[in-house]
């Protein structure tokens, strides 16, 4: 609003250098600066010769991969870290599966070559969910501890090797530079054990997202490290596993994710599942690529929460109803 005398649409020249300036630097900005969540193979491709660009491939026991499998071919200037046993998760008291302190996410990061500038790119296997669900978990690690940088492969490996046949690299890779990556922690995306607890405690604070399969979430199976079968009181049942399309190997299409994480509302939403591993599928999708404000990650999920005999757990069968619409859906597909 202009006050008397103001001219609103007249600037000085030195303003419009200073806009010129800023237009030029958006425009000349690394790719870093610019990350999206998921990248193509056809992206990674023209940007194999980044000097800035560090790209990790995580296959481990979870997608039958190793570091034996890398070796036999990977993406060229790729590096190797195994998802299961290089502290991307940690156990604590007991409880599998939980965030590294800062100071051992820091460490790791700069063992790969990640400085504050990197722009990291995670290669999946890209053969199931819960494969996809290690890239989802090491990108929400760099997140939490500071980095925006991160971009997972969509396709992963497998799609790459259909892509760029011709672009394969055998062998072991040489080991980085050491990077200068500072881990910042951001607790806006993370919730541990007691903050989940005083959600259960008032109803209608979050919306609780539970990413396992039905059998675990009806208290029928659970995890070898829970306590307990169950699930945690007012969650509701949004399996990973939907959010991913088996025939090719990716997350389905925006459109489809869409239609699948409708309703949510405004409220913190809360990922969980067993060990925080399928809810970070269901935390990227609502987070990153849905772009749902207010997503937090629960790394100890049913391990930690039923390590609490003092916590409460919903242990309460399928409703007729549930099973009558879980029928429709098999038969619908």
Request: proline content about 4%; charged content about 20%.
């Amino acid at each position: 609003m202009a006050i008397d005398g103001d001219h609103p649409m007249q600037i000085s020249a030195k303003q419009f250098a200073a806009k010129l300036l800023l237009l030029a630097a958006l425009i000349l900005a690394p790719i870093t600066a610019f990350a999206t969540p998921l990248v193509s193979s056809a992206w990674l491709a023209e940007r194999l010769n980044d000097d800035n660009l560090v790209v990790i491939d995580l296959r481990n026991k979870i997608d039958k991969g190793s570091y034996e499998t890398f070796l036999d071919g990977h993406i060229p200037g790729a590096i190797h870290s195994d998802y299961l046993t290089d502290g991307w998760r940690v156990g604590r008291d007991g409880v599998v599966g939980l965030l590294p302190d800062a100071a051992q996410f820091e460490s790791l990061a700069r063992r790969l070559g990640v400085s504050a500038s990197t722009h990291v790119v995670i290669v999946p296997a890209g053969v199931s969910s819960t494969d996809f669900g290690s890239s989802a978990r090491a990108y929400w690690t760099f997140k939490v501890y500071g980095h925006e940088n991160v971009s997972i492969l969509d396709g992963g490996f497998a799609n790459w090797q259909i892509a760029y046949q011709e672009q394969i690299e055998t062998g072991p890779f040489v080991a980085p530079e050491a990077g200068d990556f500072v881990a910042q922690f951001q607790s806006e995306i993370y919730i541990g054990t007691e903050d989940v607890a005083s959600y259960v405690a008032n109803p209608g604070e979050a919306v609780l997202i539970d990413g396992r399969n039905t059998s675990q979430f009806y208290a029928e199976a659970k995890h070898p490290k829970a306590e307990k079968a169950g699930r945690i009181p007012s969650a509701i049942l949004m399996s990973q596993a939907d959010a991913y399309a088996d025939e090719s190997n990716r997350l389905k299409s925006r459109d489809e994710l869409t239609e699948i994480y409708d309703d949510l509302g405004d409220q913190t939403i809360v990922s969980y599942c067993n060990t925080g591993h399928w809810a970070a599928t269901n935390w990227f999708v609502m987070s990153e690529v849905l772009g749902h404000d207010n997503v937090r990650l629960y790394d100890g999920s049913m391990v930690e929460w039923t390590a609490n005999s003092d916590l409460p757990l919903d242990t309460s069968a399928m409703s007729n109803m549930d099973k009558l619409k879980k029928l429709m859906g098999d038969l619908l597909g």
